[in-house]
């Protein structure tokens, strides 16, 4: 499926330099326009791209992406700012917006837009446990 504004949901998970504790503008306006539903997953691939992550949805596969959830309160004003911040209207994107299902902590699994890597990863070292800030923290870097 491609981005598209039909799917009727206002979640956005987030796996990398969105999270909490990342002090980037792009992050900053997340939490102040919208409102931590908790930590989720997804079944995936987490790949380290240098500066921050990027991750791919395999709905059949053993490995887990580990991130959180945010409720978007005004989806449509927010979120071609965050569009821009991860290049997908770029000639050559790296990530694409889709839904896809998460697991919430709660157990229950929702329908969350996420930014989904979509160029080759062989050249990428995979972050293996699917924690991004615990990849940063193992390698002593800094949100």
Same mark, same amino acid.
């Given at each position: 499926m491609t981005t598209n504004q039909s799917v009727s949901t206002s979640l956005l998970f987030v796996y990398g330099t969105l999270m909490q504790g990342f002090t980037n503008p792009f992050a900053k306006k997340l939490r102040k326009n919208a409102h931590w539903q908790g930590k989720a997953s997804f079944t995936g691939k987490l790949f380290d791209l240098g500066s =921050?992550? *990027?991750? @791919?949805? @395999?709905? /059949? =596969?053993?490995?887990?992406? !580990? *991130?959180? $959830?945010? &409720?978007? %309160?005004?989806?449509?004003? $927010?979120?071609? %700012?965050?569009?821009? !911040? &991860?290049?997908? /209207?770029? %000639?050559?994107? &790296? =990530?694409?917006?889709?839904?896809?299902? $998460?697991?919430? &902590?709660? *157990?229950? $699994?929702? @329908?969350?837009w996420s930014y989904l890597y979509c160029q080759p990863t062989d050249a990428f070292v995979q972050i293996k446990h699917g924690d991004y800030r615990q990849w940063l923290l193992d390698n002593k870097q800094h949100l």
């Amino acid at each position: 499926m491609t981005t598209n504004q039909s799917v009727s949901t206002s979640l956005l998970f987030v796996y990398g330099t969105l999270m909490q504790g990342f002090t980037n503008p792009f992050a900053k306006k997340l939490r102040k326009n919208a409102h931590w539903q908790g930590k989720a997953s997804f079944t995936g691939k987490l790949f380290d791209l240098g500066s =921050y992550p *990027g991750a @791919l949805f @395999l709905p /059949h =596969y053993k490995g887990i992406v !580990y *991130g959180e $959830v945010w &409720e978007i %309160s005004d989806f449509n004003a $927010v979120i071609p %700012s965050l569009d821009y !911040y &991860e290049g997908i /209207h770029d %000639s050559q994107p &790296e =990530y694409v917006r889709e839904p896809i299902p $998460v697991l919430l &902590e709660t *157990g229950q $699994v929702q @329908l969350a837009w996420s930014y989904l890597y979509c160029q080759p990863t062989d050249a990428f070292v995979q972050i293996k446990h699917g924690d991004y800030r615990q990849w940063l923290l193992d390698n002593k870097q800094h949100l």
